[in-house]
C-alpha cells in the first residue's frame, strides 16, 4: 500500500486551484504509487466472462504502473464500437457530448477538485476527456478541424487517462445539480468505464465484490453458513446488551417481507452495530420476516461495472422474494443501493416480480407505501419514520445523551431519490442533540465520502482523503462550534470511508448507523436494564467523558 | 490562444462581406443567397439534431433530485415539487424553472479555501446567472424586435416591444435597454473566460468563436442604428420581399447591413453543429425532464434484456449445499444421503 | 426510425420551427411588400437640408431643435447653405409636410417606431386626418 504520511495542514497547503501551464491535452498523466487502484485478479474477470458474456475482456496480470498494459491488439476498434453503440443506447450520453457550454459552474462542485486542485478533476474537464474523443470520432467538425474544435485521437495515454481520472470520480451527482443543462458526470463515467471493461482495464476493488456478490450473493463473498455464523455472534451480543435472545430468520419461506441490508453491516465495525439495530427493531414490532443468504446484498458493485452487471445482481431480489413468497422487501441503509432501487430496479427487473407481491404496507401500522407501489421495496428510514410517527416503537432518547449528531447525507439517496427528511426524522427522535452542517453541504448538496463508486480502497488513500475535505471541513464546523462527536449516516460505503475521513480531518468524531442509534434508544419488551450502548461501551463512562 | 484565434477569426468574418459587398459588387450573393443558405441549413441541421437525440432512448430514468422526494405519508414529511418532482406536470414546473429562470445556475457557489483558518467554505455565486440571464433575455428581445423589419404589418404586441425596449427614452435615435444588456452580458461571459484561470483553462475555440461572433452582430447592429443611420426602408424592402420569396436587393444599402446580415448567417451556419445547441438540449436532457417516479410508475427500457437472469438460486445452493445443511438453513433439496442418515 | 418521447418532441419542435420561419408565413398572406411612398408637398420643392440629410437625420435634428427652442431659447437654424429658419415643428415642419398621414405615419407605422413628438405637440386640427 502507498504510504500516506502528508498532516492535514500539509495537505491543505498543497491545495492550488490554479490549473498547469501546459494545456490539459498535453499534460502527462502520473501513474506513481497511490494514483490508482490495482487490477482485477484476472479468475475474477475469468468468472464474470463466463457469467456474463460480453461485458468483460482481456484477463491478465498487469499493472498500471507498468507502461505496457498488455491491450487487445484491437482496443481502438473496441472503444470505438462500445461508443458508438451506448451513443445509441444512451440519450443521456448523447445528449451530454453534445450540450456543455463549458461555462464551468460545475468546477468546484466536485470535492476530488476542491481537495485536489488537479484540473482534470473539474467536471467538465473529466467529460472533456471524453468529449474529446467523440468529437474526433463522431462529429464532422472534430474529424476536419481537429484539435482546434477540442477534438483527439484515442491514443493509449488518453485511454490511461480515463483510467485515472473515470476512477476519480465517485458518480456522486453533484456537478450534475448545478450543471444549468444537468450533465450528469456519473452518467458519462459509467460510460466510460464501460468502455474501459471492454479492454480489460478494471480495479480489482470493485471487480472481486461483482464476482462474489455473483457467486456467495454478497460482495463480501460470505457464504451462507458462514453468514449464519456471523449472524449467531450478534444475537450473543445482542443477549449480553440487553439481556434479550431474539430470534432472526434466515432463509426463511412463508415470512410477509424480505429484509435487504448491504453485507457491510455484517462484517465491519461499525456497520454491525446497525446491523444489530436493525434485528433489535424488528424483534421490538415483532415484524414477520426473514433474512437471505442469497440475496445478502443490498449493495450493487455492477452499477459502477456495467448495466448487464448491474441488472444481474439486483434480480436477485425479486427472485429471493419469489422463491421465499414475500409480499415485498425493506431495504436497509445503503446509498447506491437506493439510486438502484430508486432509479433502475423496476425498468431493469420489474417483469420478475411474482404474482405474489403486493404495494408494501406496514403490518404495524397498516400505513400504505404508495411511492414505492411499483418497485414494492421500502426504505428502512421510510419504514421506522412511519413506526415513530404512530408511536410504536418505545423509545429513551436519554440512552443517546452521549451523543451529539450531525447526519451525513449520502450522495445517492440525497440527488438520487431525495431521501432526505425521513432520516432526519428518526435521529431527531432517538437523538437529543442534533445539528446540521452547513447548508451548502447537506441535503441536496451533500458532499461525496470520496470513496464511494468502488473506490473505498485504502491503496488511493491521498485522493481519498482530499476528496474528503469538503466532507471533512464542514464535519469540523459543527464539531467546533457545537462540539459533534457522532455523524451518522445512511450508507454502508459512508461507515467505512468516513472513519478514515474523520480520523484525519476531523478527530473525535465517530461515526454510525441511523439504526444503530434507533436501537441504542429502543426499549425491547422485556429486556434488562441495560448499562451498555451498542458497541459495548458504558453509559456510565461515555457520559462521564461528555461531562469533561 | 483559443480566445485570440477566434477574434481574427471574427475579424476575417466581417472582412468578407465588406470586401465582397464594398469591392466586388456581390450585393445579390450577400444579399440573398448567403442568408437564404444559412437559415436551410440552419432549419435542417437543426431538425437532424432534434431527430438525432429524439431517436435515442432513454433507458433509465435518472432525474437529479434537488429536495425532498414524494413521501408516503404526505402529514410528516413535504415533497420539494419543482426541485423533485414525481409527477407530469411537477416535472414541467421543473423544465419551465430550467429554461426561463435558470434554476440550476441559480444555486451556483464559488468555494473559498482558507487555508490559515482551515475552513473551505462556499460563497453564492449568482453573477454567472444574473449576466446569463441579462445575455438569454436581451438576445431573445431583440430577436422579437427585429421582427418589426420582417414582417409586411407589424402586430400591435411588437410595437409595444419596439416602444418599451426604448422607453428610457435616452438618445436618439432611442437606446434600447436590450442593446446595452446583451453586450454587458456578452462582455462579462467573455471578461470571465479570460480572467478566471479555470475557465480559461477549459475554454475552447467553440466557446470563444461563438461569444466574439454575438459581440460582432450586436455591434455592427449598433453601429447600423445609432452611428450609420442605415436606410431601413431600403432593408426592410430587401428583408420582407425575401421572406415572400421575392428577391430584391434595393440600392442604398449601406455596406455595414451586410456584414451584419453575413455574421447572423454564420451564427446560423454554425449553430446546429455546435454547443450552441444547448438551446434544444436543455429540453431533452433526462437528468431534468423525467419525474423521480420510477418506484411508483414503470418506465419501459425498450433494449432491456430479459435474457440476463440473476445466477440462480438452484445453482447457488448446489455450490453450497453441503455446509448450509451443516448450519441448518432451509433447503430447497437435501444433500443426498441426507434424508436416509436422518431416519436412521 | 422510431422515435422516443416522439410526441412532446415533435411538438416542441414543430412550434420552434413555427416560430424561426414566423416572416414566412405570416408574410405569405399580406401583399408584395413595397417601401411606403410618403406625399411630397406640391408647392415646397426644397427641405432645409438635403433629402439624404433629412431621411438620415431628421431624428437627430428634430431632437435638436427641441433642445434648442425650448431649453436654450434659441428660435433660429441656420442651414449648411447659411439659409435661415424659425424653428418650430408646427410651422416650419408642418407648413409644407402638412400632412402627418401621408407623410409622417408612412414611415414610422411601417417601421413600427413611434416617436414622441405627439407627446406634445398637438396636431393641428386641421392636419388631422
Redesign the interface.
Known amino acids: 500500500m502507498a504510504k500516506f504520511s502528508k498532516k492535514p495542514i500539509e495537505l491543505l497547503q498543497s491545495i492550488d486551484y490554479t490549473p498547469p501551464r501546459t494545456d490539459w491535452m498535453s499534460t502527462p498523466n502520473d501513474f506513481s504509487d497511490g494514483r490508482y487502484a490495482y487490477p482485477a485478479k484476472p479468475e475474477k474477470i475469468e468468472y464474470l466472462m463466463k457469467e456474463l458474456p460480453g461485458a468483460f475482456a482481456n484477463p491478465r496480470e498487469w499493472s498500471p504502473g507498468d507502461v505496457d498494459w498488455k491491450l487487445p491488439p484491437n482496443w481502438k476498434d473496441i472503444v470505438h464500437e462500445g461508443f458508438k453503440e451506448r451513443l445509441n443506447k444512451y440519450r443521456s450520453l448523447k445528449v451530454f457530448m453534445d450540450v456543455c457550454v463549458r461555462c464551468g459552474a460545475c468546477a468546484d462542485k466536485c470535492h476530488f477538485f476542491i481537495g485536489s486542485g488537479d484540473p482534470k478533476n473539474m467536471p467538465v474537464l473529466r467529460a472533456e476527456l471524453m468529449r474529446s474523443v467523440y468529437r474526433k470520432d463522431f462529429t464532422l467538425a472534430g474529424k476536419i478541424l481537429g484539435k482546434l474544435t477540442g477534438a483527439r485521437v484515442m491514443e493509449e495515454d488518453v485511454l490511461k487517462e480515463w483510467f485515472l481520472y473515470f476512477y476519480q470520480c465517485t458518480e456522486c451527482r453533484r456537478c450534475s445539480l448545478f450543471c444549468p443543462y444537468g450533465i450528469d458526470t456519473a452518467e458519462i463515467t459509467m460510460m466510460a468505464r464501460e468502455l474501459l471493461h471492454l479492454c480489460g482495464i478494471n480495479i480489482n476493488w470493485i471487480m472481486e465484490p461483482v464476482a462474489n456478490c455473483n457467486r456467495t450473493g454478497n460482495h463480501l463473498g460470505i457464504q451462507p453458513h458462514a453468514f449464519k455464523d456471523i449472524l449467531d455472534f450478534m444475537l450473543d451480543d445482542i443477549e449480553a446488551i440487553t439481556g434479550k435472545r431474539i430470534n432472526a430468520p434466515l432463509n426463511e419461506k412463508g415470512h410477509e417481507v424480505i429484509f435487504i441490508t448491504p453485507s457491510g453491516d455484517v462484517f465491519a465495525d461499525p456497520g454491525i452495530y446497525t446491523f444489530m439495530g436493525y434485528l433489535m427493531l424488528f424483534d421490538a414490532i415483532g415484524l414477520d420476516y426473514t433474512l437471505s443468504t442469497y440475496a445478502s446484498e443490498g449493495g450493487n458493485f455492477g452499477l459502477f461495472t456495467n448495466a448487464d452487471m448491474m441488472k444481474k445482481l439486483n434480480a436477485k431480489m425479486y427472485a429471493e422474494a419469489n422463491r421465499l413468497g414475500a409480499k415485498w422487501i425493506l431495504g436497509g441503509e445503503c446509498g447506491h443501493m437506493w439510486r438502484v432501487i430508486n432509479q433502475y430496479m423496476d425498468t431493469m427487473n420489474g417483469y420478475l416480480q411474482g404474482p405474489q407481491m403486493s404495494t408494501p404496507v406496514s403490518p404495524i401500522t397498516g400505513t400504505v407505501f404508495g411511492n414505492a407501489k411499483q418497485t414494492k421495496m421500502v426504505h428502512i428510514a421510510e419504514f421506522t419514520a412511519d413506526l415513530i410517527k404512530h408511536g410504536k416503537l418505545n423509545l429513551d432518547k436519554s440512552r443517546n445523551d452521549y451523543v451529539k449528531a450531525t447526519f451525513h447525507d449520502s450522495c445517492n439517496p440525497a440527488r438520487g431519490m431525495g431521501l432526505l427528511d425521513e432520516p432526519r426524522y428518526v435521529l431527531k427522535n432517538v437523538c437529543n442533540h442534533f445539528w446540521d452542517m452547513p447548508e451548502n453541504t447537506i441535503r441536496e448538496q451533500t458532499f461525496c465520502c470520496a470513496g464511494g463508486s468502488g473506490l473505498n480502497t485504502d491503496e488511493i488513500m491521498e485522493i481519498r482523503l482530499r476528496g474528503g475535505l469538503p466532507r471533512g471541513n464542514a464535519l469540523k464546523y459543527v464539531q467546533d462550534k457545537h462540539g459533534v462527536n457522532t455523524m451518522a449516516c445512511v450508507c454502508a460505503i459512508d461507515r467505512a470511508t468516513l472513519i478514515p475521513l474523520a480520523d484525519y480531518w476531523a478527530p473525535g468524531v465517530r461515526i454510525t448507523g441511523l439504526h444503530e442509534l434507533v436501537a441504542n434508544a429502543l426499549i425491547l419488551p422485556g429486556e434488562g436494564e441495560r448499562t451498555m450502548n451498542l458497541r459495548q461501551e458504558e453509559f456510565e463512562e461515555l457520559n462521564a467523558q461528555e461531562e469533561e | 490562444m483559443n480566445a485570440l484565434?477566434s477574434l481574427v477569426f471574427v475579424f476575417a468574418l466581417v472582412l468578407i462581406p465588406l470586401i465582397g459587398v464594398g469591392a466586388a459588387k456581390l450585393n445579390v450573393f450577400f444579399g440573398i443567397c448567403i442568408p437564404s443558405t444559412a437559415l436551410l441549413v440552419?432549419?435542417a441541421g437543426?431538425?437532424c439534431?432534434?431527430?438525432?437525440?429524439?431517436?435515442?432512448?432513454?433507458?433509465?430514468?435518472?432525474?437529479?433530485?434537488?429536495?425532498?422526494?414524494?413521501?408516503?405519508?404526505t402529514t410528516?414529511?413535504?415533497?420539494?415539487k419543482w426541485?423533485?418532482p414525481?409527477t407530469g406536470p411537477q416535472t414541467v414546473v421543473r423544465m419551465l424553472l430550467?429554461v426561463l429562470c435558470?434554476r440550476?445556475?441559480f444555486?451556483?457557489?464559488?468555494?473559498k479555501?482558507d487555508?490559515k483558518n482551515?475552513?473551505?467554505a462556499?460563497a453564492s455565486a449568482k453573477w454567472?446567472w444574473l449576466f446569463?440571464i441579462l445575455f438569454h433575455y436581451s438576445f431573445f428581445i431583440i430577436v422579437a424586435r427585429h421582427?418589426?423589419?420582417?414582417?409586411?404589418?407589424?402586430p400591435m404586441p411588437?410595437?409595444w416591444l419596439?416602444?418599451g425596449d426604448g422607453i428610457m427614452?435616452i438618445g436618439?435615435?432611442r437606446m434600447y435597454m436590450s442593446d446595452v444588456l446583451i453586450l454587458v452580458g456578452l462582455l462579462f461571459l467573455l471578461g470571465?473566460r479570460l480572467v478566471?484561470?479555470?475557465?480559461r483553462?477549459?475554454?475552447?475555440?467553440?466557446?470563444y468563436f461563438p461569444l466574439f461572433l454575438i459581440i460582432g452582430i450586436a455591434l455592427s447592429g449598433v453601429y447600423m442604428r445609432y452611428f450609420a443611420?442605415v436606410?431601413?426602408?431600403?432593408i426592410?424592402?430587401m428583408v420582407?420581399?425575401l421572406?415572400?420569396l421575392?428577391f430584391k436587393v434595393?440600392a442604398g444599402i449601406d455596406n455595414s447591413f451586410y456584414v451584419h446580415l453575413f455574421l447572423v448567417s454564420t451564427l446560423l451556419f454554425y449553430f446546429p453543429?455546435?454547443?450552441l445547441?444547448?438551446l434544444?438540449?436543455?429540453?431533452?436532457?433526462?437528468?431534468?425532464n423525467l419525474p423521480?417516479d420510477?418506484?411508483?410508475?414503470?418506465?419501459?427500457?425498450?433494449?432491456?434484456?430479459?435474457s440476463?437472469?440473476?445466477?440462480?438460486?438452484a445453482a447457488?445452493?448446489d455450490?453450497?449445499r453441503a455446509?448450509?445443511f451443516?448450519?441448518?438453513?432451509?433447503l430447497e433439496k437435501l444433500p443426498e444421503g441426507a434424508e436416509e442418515e436422518a431416519k436412521a | 426510425m422510431k422515435l422516443y418521447n416522439g410526441g412532446s418532441i415533435l411538438t416542441g419542435l414543430v412550434i420552434f420551427l413555427g416560430l424561426v420561419t414566423f416572416p414566412l408565413w405570416f408574410n405569405a398572406g399580406s401583399k408584395a411588400y413595397s417601401q411606403p411612398e410618403v406625399k411630397l408637398p406640391a408647392k415646397e420643392k426644397e427641405c432645409i437640408e438635403s433629402k439624404e440629410f433629412m431621411r438620415k437625420e431628421h431624428m437627430q435634428l428634430l431632437n435638436e431643435w427641441r433642445d434648442w427652442a425650448l431649453r436654450e431659447g434659441k428660435r433660429t437654424f441656420v442651414n449648411s447653405k447659411g439659409k435661415e429658419y424659425t424653428i418650430s415643428l408646427q410651422n416650419t415642419c408642418m407648413k409644407c409636410h402638412d400632412n402627418k398621414a401621408e407623410f409622417c405615419d408612412k414611415c414610422h407605422n411601417d417601421q413600427a417606431v413611434s416617436p414622441y413628438c405627439w407627446d406634445c405637440h398637438i396636431q393641428p386640427e386641421g392636419l388631422k386626418k
Open positions: 484565434y440552419f432549419l437543426f431538425v439534431k432534434i431527430y438525432g437525440w429524439a431517436k435515442r432512448p432513454v433507458p433509465f430514468r435518472i432525474p437529479t433530485t434537488g429536495g425532498q422526494q414524494e413521501p408516503y405519508d410528516l414529511f413535504t415533497q420539494n426541485d423533485n414525481s430550467e435558470f440550476s445556475l444555486r451556483n457557489t464559488a468555494v479555501l487555508v482551515n475552513v473551505v462556499y454567472l446569463a421582427m418589426r423589419l420582417f414582417l409586411a404589418k407589424v411588437l410595437e419596439e416602444f427614452q436618439i435615435p470571465r478566471d484561470p479555470k475557465i483553462y477549459i475554454s475552447l475555440v467553440n466557446d443611420k436606410d431601413v426602408i431600403a426592410k424592402d420582407v420581399s421572406t415572400q421575392k434595393p453543429f455546435s454547443k445547441m444547448h434544444g438540449g436543455v429540453f431533452l436532457s433526462p437528468t431534468r423521480n420510477t418506484r411508483i410508475r414503470h418506465h419501459e427500457n425498450p433494449w432491456n434484456d430479459k440476463i437472469m440473476p445466477h440462480s438460486y447457488y445452493e455450490d453450497f455446509p448450509m451443516e448450519a441448518g438453513l432451509p
